[in-house]
């Protein structure tokens, strides 16, 4: 069926490379990823002529073709189902929703089908689900929503949240070359944030899945945490700086399954922990990680392990009422001082 | 008119009757079809548009989307009519049981709605409000016309587009600026967007984004009030997109057994964000989808909106007498963007065109003009009357303070019950 509508010109190839945003990395990584293997394709609502309601695939369709970047009905669960159907039988789907909020419409799929199939008959499903999560955009209840816990209790699914250029482009293709499902999470705050542009490599490099960063070398604490919240545990420790106080900054990158090396390894070293999210704090997943440094670090803390989220609360719109919500750099280093006190 | 299916949706209209003062004796502006059967024919439809071109009767629509492009999401029109002749001059279905008072009225909502909505790009241009702007120009007759035919005790489940139904449920206008403008009056006190809230007096069920998950809960609405012995009926109204979701067909597959009175208005105005018809379904009308459930669909022309009233005012009398659920096809266009950021390109301009000169609002105008039913002047003075209505419903919006933040940690569980989720104290005692 002939498509409605058509560009007047094609879209031009990314360059490889060079300073870039956030979004336009991920772009690069999957454009890459479809020149290099064609087994990849692209599918989601609105990805294809429109290039996604944040662009990410923008131009993707006039390179590739309607064949691999496929508009789909709004229809999450289809996409999932599809995907992983696709993946079994050998292709490497990435499938996009337009808001990680609508994730819990394909929530079946991914926990039951998605996660379980190598488990039970050995089927690997090389399947990438990624999304743009996250608040502080007064975009409400339903499109600001971080839903890492939802899944974190779900073995067999991995979960990536890059949250600078270089690792978004290279955590994107390692996840389109995973022989598992990766649900990679992307902060639209992050976008397009000028704060983060970034000169990345030209060459072909990707970040390996399951290892976190050193954000920020320190010694009196570290705070561990992800995505977006990694700039406001930056800004955090810059202000605390002005005190004499040493942060380290612990960018974890992959959320599922944790590199707990890496988290261990600087508590240890800084004998303190505050862990913060965007989530809501109650059953997000820095209690997962707060069980994990109590278990195997208890001797090295010299104060209790600390979590700093967002409120219990639904994301409200209103931007008082989503700041409230939102844990701030105040936050952060109001609790990071009494905890370097302790 | 007659129909050229055969016995099978007969119209019983009286032919070259006008109208009746009485509003329960309904005229026949839709096709009625059973379970099987919904597509009208192309000779049907090319009767029915010329006769619209003559300035008479259009019941059910036969609509032309951009020449040469490939629609199978639309009912096709007969060749030989050019799209023009069936635009200029177009009024409403002159079959109603509508009381002049209130076919005012009805025009009362539909120019709220569209001048509510300009109100609102203008303080969304000057960053008064923060969130999204989702027009509905150029359908609004569908939200309007049919809401109308509700009797107040019945209830909605409106979509962002659908401002005119919640308006014509009764929810005034500073309601919807205070909510734009993430204000503490709003209803939702700056907690949600838009029209995401609700008020159970009015009937009016809080939508949330995730389309389709309305369906099932007004099947839950509906299934609550058939055990508390209430004879109400209720409307949902989804998208041409959101149709293809799952909670869309186990809500309306479930309220289909069950027979419970709920009108289902699917607003098919060709696109879902970018997304054409054509690439949401395999059928030609969104109301053939009705035989899928064994209930009655209607095809109806969303920017008649009389004929929505009349359609909708048969499927309300049909479910709340026990018939069951009804599927109504309103074929409308959304003239904006998605939403105030969305610049289009995916639209080819002449579908624009084209359905700019198909604009309710000027059709309805005409309309009530030409058949004598109100002189120009008396329209404009219900849009001044509006106007100055909007002018104080703004400012008590704009007057509003913003929330305090505290007030985030409130509301999500009974407060009397377990206390409001505060920013939790790290490490203070
Ligand atoms: C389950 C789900 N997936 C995706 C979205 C994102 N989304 C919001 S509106 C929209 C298009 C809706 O189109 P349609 O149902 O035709 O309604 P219209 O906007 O035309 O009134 C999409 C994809 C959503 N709200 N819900
Ligand atoms: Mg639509």
């Not at chain 1, 070398?217 to 570290?222: A, C, I, M, P, T």
């Amino acid at each position: 069926m002939a498509t409605a509508f058509k560009k007047e010109q094609k879209a031009e190839r990314p360059a490889r490379g060079g300073v870039v945003t956030f979004v336009e990395a991920i772009r690069q990584g999957i454009w890459e990823e479809m020149e290099r293997d064609e087994r990849v394709f692209v599918i989601g609502e609105d990805v294809g002529v429109y290039g996604g309601a944040f662009k990410v695939t923008d131009g993707l369709i006039d390179y590739f073709g309607p064949e691999r970047v496929i508009d789909t009905p709004i229809s999450e669960a289809a996409i999932v189902g599809a995907a992983c159907g696709a993946a079994l039988m050998g292709m490497r789907p990435v499938a996009e929703f337009q808001f990680i909020d609508f994730i819990s419409c394909g929530f079946d799929m991914l926990t039951n089908f998605a996660a379980k199939c190598r488990y039970r008959w050995g089927a690997g499903i090389p399947a990438v689900f990624r999304g743009p999560c996250g608040a502080g955009v007064h975009a409400g209840p339903f499109h600001s929503q971080n839903v890492e816990s939802f899944f974190m209790n779900t073995p067999g699914l991995k979960m990536v949240e890059p949250s600078n250029p270089y690792d978004a482009k290279g955590l994107i293709k390692a996840a389109i070359r995973d022989p598992d499902p990766v649900l990679f999470f992307e902060h639209k705050k992050l976008y397009r944030l000028p704060r983060l542009r970034q000169e990345i490599p030209e060459d072909d490099y990707i970040v390996e899945i399951g290892r976190a960063r050193v954000a920020r070398e320190g010694h009196d604490l570290s705070i561990i945490t992800f995505g977006a919240q990694v700039l406001t545990a930056l800004d955090a420790a810059e202000e605390l700086e002005r005190e004499g106080l040493d942060i380290e900054v612990i960018d974890l990158r992959t959320l599922l399954p944790l590199d707990r090396e890496t988290i261990l390894a600087s508590v240890r070293k800084t004998s303190r922990a505050l862990i913060l999210h965007e989530a809501p704090r109650t059953g997000g997943i820095g209690g997962e990680i707060a069980g994990l440094i109590a278990e195997e670090a208890f001797e090295w803390l010299d104060a209790p392990v600390v979590r700093i989220g967002a409120t219990d609360t639904p994301v409200p719109y209103s931007p008082p009422l989503e700041e409230y919500h939102l844990p701030q750099v105040k936050d952060v280093v109001d609790a990071a001082r009494r905890l370097a006190a302790y | 008119m007659t129909n050229k299916r055969g016995s099978r949706g007969k119209s019983t209209r009286a032919n070259g009757k006008k109208r009746t003062s009485n509003r329960t004796e309904t005229a026949r502006t839709a096709e009625v079809v059973d379970a099987a059967t919904v597509a009208l024919d192309e000779a049907g439809t090319g009767e029915i548009a010329q006769r619209g071109g003559n300035g008479a009767s259009a019941t059910s629509v036969a609509m032309q989307t951009t020449a040469g492009r490939d629609s199978v999401h639309l009912v096709e029109i007969v060749e030989g009519v050019q799209a023009p002749a069936i635009d200029e001059g177009l009024i409403c279905s002159l079959e109603t049981g509508l009381t002049r008072e209130q076919m005012l009225e009805l025009y009362y909502y539909l120019k709220l709605t569209r001048l509510v909505e300009e109100r609102l790009v203008n303080l969304y241009r000057q960053n008064k409000v923060i969130g999204g702007v989702y027009r509905s120009l150029g359908q609004e007759a569908t939200a309007v016309g049919t809401c109308y035919a509700l009797e107040p005790g019945d209830f909605i489940a409106p979509l962002i587009r659908d401002l005119g139904a919640v308006l014509t449920k009764g929810i005034r206008p500073r309601a919807i600026f205070a909510q734009y403008m993430a204000k503490a009056w709003g209803p939702s006190e700056g907690r949600d967007l838009n029209i995401h809230f609700g008020d159970m007096e009015r009937g009016f069920i809080g939508p949330i984004s995730h389309l389709g998950d309305m369906i099932p809960v007004m099947t839950g609405v509906l299934l609550a009030a058939r055990m508390q012995q209430k004879k109400i009926v209720a409307i949902a109204y989804i998208g041409d997109g959101g149709m293809s979701t799952g909670a869309f067909h186990e809500g309306l597959n479930f309220a289909a057994v069950q027979r419970l009175p709920l009108i289902v208005v699917a607003e098919h105005n060709c696109y879902a964000y970018s997304t054409p018809t054509h690439k949401q379904t395999a059928v030609k009308n969104l109301a053939d989808k009705a035989a899928g459930y064994g209930i009655p669909g209607y095809i109806v022309d969303g920017n008649d909106i009389i004929a929505c009233y009349e359609t909708t005012k048969r499927a309300v009398d049909f479910a709340r007498s026990g018939g069951g659920a009804v599927l109504i096809e309103a074929k409308t266009y959304r003239r904006k963007g998605h939403a105030e950021h969305d610049d289009q390109r995916y639209v080819p301009r002449e579908e624009l065109e084209l359905w700019e000169k198909r604009d309710p609002v000027d059709r309805y105008e005409r309309h009530l003009t030409s058949q004598g039913i109100a002189t120009r002047e008396e329209l404009d003075q219900i849009t001044a009357r509006i106007k100055q209505e909007l002018e104080e419903e703004v400012a008590w919006a704009e007057s509003s303070p913003l929330p305090e933040p505290e007030r985030a940690a409130y509301n999500v569980y009974d407060n009397s019950i377990v206390p409001p989720a505060f920013r939790p104290k790290v490490l203070e005692r």
